[in-house]
């Protein structure tokens, strides 16, 4: 008797594989924009010591969500450790620090437009970290987004220092994206995420010892918790969106959709009782949409590294791109 086979199930299109990472960066997007208005609460407040509380909620709600998720976390080892620490010293210390002290110098429009100006730095360095060459209308596709972003920021007045530090603010956002590639491959959007927010924490956690003190946290609000306990939830979750999206698309069409982040951040102000954007800011927002049409319907070969399925979208997750406000990266 000839015995039955059962065809393994087929792979995902590579079609709906890239809608789903689409819809999952800009919904990392979403919550870094919506997280303005929550972060604004954390001014003047130890911010070391938020910081190292925000990271090690959101470590620990990761791994929760992992188990109950069945994600597998795996640890890191030799040359991973380098990238890990480079993504967490770049992406989550450092540009926090750069946004306390470039806001001293700068207003928070140029802060914005240096990380509007991100889209162009992946378009032309990420498909090379693919071993592939930059697309010209991907790379056309992210001057549109940056553009469209500025107007939805609008400029702002600084100096020399405000931007040497909008400059930095620049290649910390830019390093929270390129130097997770490496490691995407071995450790998922998840492991990134676990293993980047407990460095961050304990990075954060050593530093607000040493400068703020162990009684910084006792001077912290309940409106400062409740504001620390939704940055751990909201833009955790754009975390492990973002790196979702990243791994299917690549870093440059996935640094297209950091043009919603601005958007979203017009939406929510207008959500809780601001009033509505005027007529450049529509506009901006207009050219972004051009941007993101342009650029990920593009069809570009899938990025080096293990094969990709469907994006999952997690119950919680870890934060993304940048938001331009003292305690939001």
């Known amino acids: 008797m000839a015995a039955v086979s059962t065809p393994n199930p087929a792979p995902p299109r590579p079609a709906r594989a890239s809608r789903l990472g689409v819809a999952a960066g800009a919904g990392g997007m979403v919550c870094v924009g919506g997280s303005v208005a929550v972060s604004s609460v954390l001014a003047g407040q130890p911010l070391l010591t938020a910081q190292a509380i925000r990271y090690t909620v959101a470590c620990l709600l990761l791994v929760g969500a992992a188990r109950v998720t069945g994600q597998r976390l795996v640890r890191p080892r030799g040359r991973d450790w380098g990238w890990l620490l480079g993504v967490t010293g770049t992406g989550l210390v450092l540009f926090n620090i750069a946004l306390v002290h470039g806001s001293r110098h700068a207003e928070p429009a140029v802060l914005g437009v240096a990380v509007a100006c991100v889209p162009v730095l992946l378009a032309a360095v990420g498909p090379l970290l693919d071993g592939r060459r930059p697309s010209p209308t991907v790379l056309a596709a992210a001057l549109v987004v940056t553009a469209g972003a500025a107007l939805v920021q609008g400029l702002g007045r600084t100096d020399a220092v405000g931007l040497a530090w909008a400059g930095v603010v620049f290649g910390c956002e830019a390093g929270f994206t390129l130097l997770a590639v490496p490691v995407l491959g071995r450790h998922g959007a998840w492991g990134v995420s676990v293993h980047t927010s407990w460095l961050a924490a304990v990075v954060f956690g050593a530093a607000g010892l040493a400068t703020e003190g162990p009684a910084a946290a006792a001077g912290l609000t309940r409106a400062d918790l409740l504001a620390i306990g939704y940055l751990a939830v909201a833009i955790t979750a754009a975390f492990v969106l973002w ?77 993304a791109a940048p938001v331009v406000r003292a305690g939001g990266g």
Not at 254 to 261: F, K, N, P, Q, W
Not at 288 to 307: D, E, F, H, N
């Open 243 to 319: 790196y979702s999206s990243v791994r299917v698309l690549g870093a440059s069409r996935a640094g297209l959709l950091t043009g919603v982040a601005p958007v979203a951040a017009a939406g929510a102000g207008v959500l809780l009782g601001g009033p509505l954007p005027p007529p450049v800011v529509w506009a901006g927002i207009a050219v972004v949409a051009l941007g993101l049409t342009l650029g990920l319907r593009t069809r570009s070969s899938p990025p080096a590294g293990p094969a990709t399925g469907p994006v999952a979208v997690p119950v919680v997750g870890a934060g």
